[in-house]
């Protein structure tokens, strides 16, 4: 799986030596960015429903997770997908209440 990832939105491609590493401070997040395959399959979801969830704006119900458009690339911060799974309870039978 391939992933991008970013320094305060600021792509890092290829390989790195130490000179050309970008020193961070506690303020800077890196950021896993995932491509809409890579986040379908991130959250148990195929690609189709999850492109389809950018236009309806709902995916399993809910409304559907952020997402960045850089272009014509569509982005999802690994982050953004935990937050939108979190919302769900987990359950170890159907007669658990979901309220």
Do not use: H
């Not at 399959?41 to 997402?67: C, E, I, M, Q, W």
């Amino acid at each position: 799986m391939d992933l991008v990832v970013c320094v305060d939105f600021r792509p890092i491609v290829g390989n790195l030596n130490e000179a050309e590493v970008i020193p961070m401070t506690s303020n800077e997040l890196v950021r896993t960015l995932y491509l809409t395959p890579e986040a379908a399959d991130y959250l148990g979801f195929s690609t189709r429903t999850l492109n389809n969830s950018r236009y309806t704006g709902l995916l399993a119900g809910v409304k559907a997770p952020p997402y960045r458009k850089m272009g014509k690339a569509v982005r999802y911060e690994k982050g953004a997908l935990d937050i939108w799974k979190a919302q769900f309870k987990e359950q170890t039978s159907t007669s658990e209440d979901i309220a």
